[in-house]
């Protein structure tokens, strides 16, 4: 059984945004078009974060560039 989702990064990859799911230890889940109505649905109410460059975030993230990783916004979902 997959984990549920507990983030949402918003990134930038080769000029498009993308939506990257990750679960709590960080494994992504899945990615797609972030400007998808599913995105507006999971971040209603919720104020991003721009930790994306932290540590915990360094293999997750392995391969964007560390301005991209700088412009991220994560937010982090209800479970």
Not at 13 to 30: H, I, K, T, V, Y
Not at 35 to 64: F, Q, Y
Request: aromatic share 6%; hydrophobic share 45%; glycine share 4%.
């Amino acid at each position: 059984m997959q984990k549920p989702a507990r983030f949402l990064v918003l990134i930038e990859s080769d000029g498009a945004m993308l939506a990257r799911l990750f679960d709590a230890e960080r494994r992504q889940l899945a990615e797609f078009d972030a400007s998808s109505e599913e995105v507006v649905v999971m971040t209603s109410g919720l104020a991003p974060t721009n930790d994306a460059t932290s540590k915990p975030w360094e293999a997750a993230l392995a391969g964007h560039s560390e301005s991209e990783r700088q412009a991220a916004r994560v937010y982090v979902l209800d479970v």
